[in-house]
C-alpha cells in the first residue's frame, strides 16, 4: 500500500486543526515530520480471511487518517499544524518546532504500537525557514519546498538505522496460541467457530480481534455503497464475500481464486508536474498544498473502479427457482455458481481488500480475473466528455488535469473514434492461488507481475512514446516463490522464439481475448476434451522448444479430418499465454451488463 515517498508522493486531505484559509498559507518556518509505515503488505495479507485482510487493511489507512477524530489520529495533530499527506500508510505534517515534533512522534509511535504492532514506524523531522530551531544534528534548510525534497533523504537514512528497540515482544503463549500472527491468544472470535458442532470458537491475539472488529465495520459500510441499487430491482439480495472460501465454488472441481492489483501509472510524475503547473512559485510549499484536490480526484477514481467492478459483476447475477445462481458466461470455466444460503443472500465472487490513494486490490474467483481487468481498462478509457456527469471520478479528475493545462491522452475507441482523456494510465497484475492458499503470496505475485508489467511499459516508452498512452497488463498461474516466478517469466522472454506475449499492452490485451479466448477465439476456446489435451501435450511442447509447429498441424488436420485454424497473426506466446489460461477464463459480459460508459455517479468520499 505504500511505497517510498520520493516515488509514490500524495497530497491528503485537509485535517482538522488548521481551517482552509489558514491552510492556504504554509508557516514560513517550522519543523516538517514525516512518517512512513514498513510492513504494510506482510501485516494485511499475513491471514487467510478476507476479512483479516479488509480489517488489517482498513486500520492502516484509519492509522493515517488526520481527518477522522473517532477512528482516526486527529486528536493527535497538534494545533495550528498544517497536514501534507494522510494516506497510504505514511503521514507528513508541519508543527511549530522540535518539540512539538518530538511530543506529537511520542504520542503517535504509541497510538500505533497499541493498535497494531506488527507495524514499524521510520520517522524524520526537517527544520526549515529563517530562525528555525534546527534538529539536533541536522542542519535547517531555507524552505518548505527544500524540505520536502530532502524527507525522503531523511526516512530512508532512518530506515537504515533501525535498532532492535523497533522488534516486537510478544512473549510467549502458556495456553493457546493466535491462529493468525502466532502470538498469545488473547479473545475468542464469536463469529469464527472450529469445527462442525461450532461449540469451540477461534482464539485470537487482541490486535486481529481489533482488525476484524474494523473490517467487519468497513465491510458494512462499503457494501452498502457499492451495492447500492446493483441488480435486478425485484431479484434477490446481493452480497459481498468475508471469506474466501464465500467466492464461488464448484463441488468436484480445483477451485482458484485470483488476486487483482491495479496501480496508476507515473503517479509521481503527474502529481510533480500537477504541482509545478497549479503551484505559485513565489510561495514555498503552495504546490505541496495544490496536490491537495487532486490527490482527493485520484483516490475517488480508485474507490469508483471498485465500485464499479462490483456493480458490473452483480448485473451479470443470474437466478432461477429451483437452482443455484450463477454467473453466465462464454468460455471453458463457466458457468461460475454463487454461495447463498436461503434466505440469505448471494455472495458475489469479488472483494475489493484494499481501496487506498492509486491502489486498488481486488480479490475474486480466478475464471473472472482477465475479464474483470478488461472492463476496468474499458471504464477508466471511457470519454469525460461523452460521461458529463461532474460527480463521476473519471469526469473530475479529468476537468482538474485539464485546468492545469496537463496533457491528456487520445483513446481509440471500438468504434474507431477518438478521443482526449487526463485519467492515467494504469498497471495491472493478476496471480492466481489455490482457496486457501496465504493471501500474502498471493499478493506478492500479482504486485511483482505489475512491476514487470510498468517497468517493460517504461524500457517501450522511451523509444515509442504512444507506449506512454497504454495500460499494460500481465499475469501468472504459477503458484511459487516470487523470485522463481520472475525468473522463469524473464526466461520466457529472452528466448529466440518468446514463449510469452506478456506483459501485453491494453489494446494488445483486448485483442488477445477477442482472439484466442472469445467463444469464436479458434482452437484455445473449443470445449472438446480430446482437442484441449492434444493443445496441452502436443502443441505446447513444440511451442516451448521453439519447434516449426507446422508439421503437426498439417497431422493433426489430417488425422480429425478438419483444418486446424489458428487465429489469424497468431503467436507462440500469445498461444502459450492464451492456453495457460483456457480453464481459467469466463466472459460473462461485463460490458454489456453494465456499460463502462454510463456516468458513475458519486464523486469521491
Request: charged share 20%; hydrophobic share 40%; net charge neutral.
Amino acid at each position: 500500500m505504500t511505497q517510498d515517498p520520493e516515488h509514490r508522493p500524495t497530497a491528503p486531505r485537509t485535517p482538522g486543526p488548521l481551517a482552509p484559509d489558514q491552510a492556504a498559507a504554509p508557516p514560513v518556518s517550522g519543523v516538517l515530520v514525516g512518517v512512513d509505515l514498513r510492513g504494510i503488505q506482510a501485516y494485511v495479507y499475513s491471514g487467510r480471511r478476507i476479512l483479516d485482510a479488509v480489517g488489517r487493511a482498513a486500520l492502516v489507512a484509519e492509522l493515517t487518517d488526520t481527518s477522522d477524530p473517532v477512528h482516526g489520529v486527529a486528536d493527535l495533530v497538534p494545533p495550528g499544524s498544517l497536514v501534507l499527506r494522510d494516506a497510504g500508510g505514511a503521514l507528513t505534517l508541519v508543527v511549530a518546532d522540535p518539540a512539538v515534533a518530538r511530543d506529537f512522534t511520542g504520542r503517535y509511535t504509541r497510538r500505533l504500537r497499541d493498535r497494531a504492532g506488527d507495524l514499524t514506524p521510520v520517522v524524520a523531522h526537517v527544520s526549515y525557514g529563517p530562525g528555525a530551531v534546527p534538529v539536533p544534528g541536522e542542519p535547517a534548510l531555507p524552505d518548505l519546498d527544500t524540505a520536502l525534497a530532502e524527507l525522503p533523504v531523511r526516512l530512508r537514512r532512518a530506515r537504515r538505522h533501525m535498532s532492535a528497540l523497533h522488534t516486537p515482544a510478544h512473549g510467549y503463549g502458556i495456553t493457546a496460541v493466535c491462529s493468525v500472527s502466532g502470538a498469545p491468544a488473547e479473545s475468542v472470535d464469536s463469529s469464527r467457530p472450529l469445527g462442525d458442532r461450532g461449540r469451540v470458537h477461534e482464539r485470537v491475539a487482541a490486535d486481529v480481534a481489533r482488525a476484524r472488529g474494523i473490517g467487519r465495520r468497513w465491510h458494512r459500510a462499503h457494501s452498502d455503497a457499492w451495492l447500492a441499487g446493483a441488480g435486478s430491482a425485484d431479484g434477490p439480495e446481493l452480497a459481498l464475500p468475508m471469506e474466501v472460501d464465500r467466492l464461488g465454488r464448484d463441488h468436484g472441481e480445483v477451485s482458484r481464486v485470483a488476486v487483482v492489483h491495479v496501480d496508476v501509472n507515473g503517479l509521481g510524475a503527474i502529481l510533480g508536474e500537477y504541482r509545478e503547473r497549479a503551484g505559485d512559485p513565489a510561495v514555498p510549499g503552495s504546490g505541496a498544498l495544490a496536490q491537495r484536490a487532486l490527490s482527493t480526484r485520484i483516490a475517488g477514481l480508485t474507490e469508483g473502479l471498485a465500485r464499479a467492478l462490483v456493480r458490473a459483476v452483480a448485473a451479470t447475477v443470474r437466478t432461477e427457482p429451483g437452482r443455484a445462481p450463477t454467473v453466465p458466461g462464454a468460455g471453458a470455466g463457466g458457468p461460475l455458481t454463487l454461495d447463498h444460503e436461503p434466505p440469505g443472500p448471494i455472495r458475489l465472487p469479488v472483494r475489493p481488500i484494499v481501496v487506498a490513494g492509486d491502489d486498488l486490490t481486488v480479490l475474486c474467483d480466478a475464471r473472472l480475473a482477465l475479464s474483470m481487468v478488461r472492463y476496468a481498462l474499458d471504464w477508466l478509457d471511457a470519454d469525460p466528455e461523452a460521461i458529463g456527469d461532474p460527480g463521476d471520478p473519471r469526469v473530475a479528475l479529468h476537468r482538474a488535469l485539464a485546468r492545469a493545462r496537463v496533457p491528456g491522452r487520445t483513446v481509440a475507441a471500438a468504434d474507431g473514434r477518438r478521443h482526449t482523456t487526463c485519467v492515467p494510465t494504469v498497471g495491472a497484475g493478476i496471480a492466481v492461488q489455490p482457496v486457501g492458499a496465504p493471501l500474502s503470496l498471493g499478493y506478492d505475485l500479482c504486485e511483482a507481475m505489475c512491476r514487470l508489467a510498468k517497468a517493460r511499459r517504461l524500457a517501450a516508452a522511451a523509444t515509442d512514446p504512444t507506449a506512454a498512452q497504454e495500460h499494460v497488463v500481465a499475469w501468472t498461474t504459477r503458484f511459487d516463490g516470487v523470485d522463481r516466478v520472475v525468473r522463469r517469466f524473464e526466461l520466457a522472454l529472452r528466448a529466440e522464439r518468446p514463449r510469452t506475449a506478456l506483459p501485453m499492452t491494453g489494446t494488445a490485451f483486448a485483442r488477445f481475448l477477442d482472439r484466442y479466448l472469445s467463444a469464436h477465439g479458434g482452437p484455445v476456446a473449443d470445449g472438446d476434451t480430446r482437442h484441449r489435451g492434444w493443445l496441452v501435450s502436443a502443441l505446447v511442447p513444440l511451442l516451448e522448444s521453439g519447434a516449426d509447429p507446422a508439421p503437426e498441424l498439417a497431422r493433426r488436420a489430417h488425422v480429425t479430418g478438419n483444418p486446424v485454424a489458428l487465429p489469424e497473426g497468431w503467436t507462440p506466446g500469445e498461444l502459450l499465454d492464451a492456453v495457460g489460461v483456457m480453464d481459467l477464463h469466463v466472459d460473462p459480459g461485463l460490458s454489456a451488463a453494465l456499460d463502462p460508459r454510463l456516468p458513475a455517479g458519486g464523486g469521491p468520499r
